[in-house]
């Protein structure tokens, strides 16, 4: 049962490990991208925005 705690306890830490897309704002050609952790990203307006960052 301790195992399973464990493991548990790990893939959901793993999760928060990296960015999450939290909104975006397009400004000309350009799409920013913000994420939970941050960061920011800029893609093109014609792209859509990655999920998550590494």
Do not use: E, H
């Not at 830490?13 to 909104?23: I, K, P």
């Not at 920013?32 to 999920?51: E, R």
């Amino acid at each position: 049962m301790k195992r399973i705690i464990f493991t548990i306890a790990v893939l959901i830490t793993s999760a928060y490990a990296y960015g999450v897309l939290t909104g975006s704002q397009t400004n000309g050609l350009n799409k920013i991208c913000f994420y939970n952790d941050g960061s920011a990203i800029t893609v093109s307006s014609a792209s859509v925005c990655p999920v998550s960052t590494d």
